[in-house]
């Protein structure tokens, strides 16, 4: 009987963690909502003001033009906005794309997608690929 009373404890000692970390992983989407929400109205209304979007056709806001010396340009303008394209919305930079939400990936399936200086367009990999 001894025997059997340690076992118990010993099971039930192990399993302490293992509900502990269920209820503790139980809690935190709970918890973390209302941040998450918050930072997606807080990046939305960024997004809004730094990048509107343009209506379809609509030349962009800004552009390079020639320095008067002759050497060299400038920007004038808008620095940033946004186009969508169907589901796909590019963000845009002086003038070049800087990244793409909802683009369409070769799986068929949509993610985003951003330009990485010196490295071109990069999206997300999938695993434990980069």
């Known amino acids: 009987m001894h025997g ?4 118990e404890r010993g099971r039930s000692a192990s399993l302490a963690p293992i ?3 269920a209820l503790l992983t139980a809690s935190f989407p709970v918890m973390a909502e209302p941040e998450k929400s918050t930072e997606r109205v807080a990046n939305r209304t960024y997004l809004d003001d730094r990048s509107p979007f343009l209506a379809e056709g609509a030349e962009p806001p ?4 020639p320095n008067p010396d002759g ?8 620095t940033g906005w946004r186009t969508r394209h169907g589901d ?4 845009w930079s002086l003038g070049n794309p800087r990244d ?3 683009a369409r990936l070769p799986d068929g399936t949509r993610g985003d997608i951003e ?5 071109d367009f ?6 434990a690929t980069r």
């Open 62 to 65: 800004g552009r390079s033009v």
């Open 115 to 119: 330009h990485v200086l010196d490295h």
């Open 4 to 7: 059997g009373r340690r076992s």
């Open 88 to 91: 796909a919305v590019v963000r």
């Open 71 to 78: 050497r060299g340009s400038r920007w004038e303008g808008a």
């Open 100 to 102: 793409v939400t909802g």
């Open 122 to 127: 990069r999206r997300q990999g999938t695993g």
């Open 19 to 21: 509900l502990i970390s």
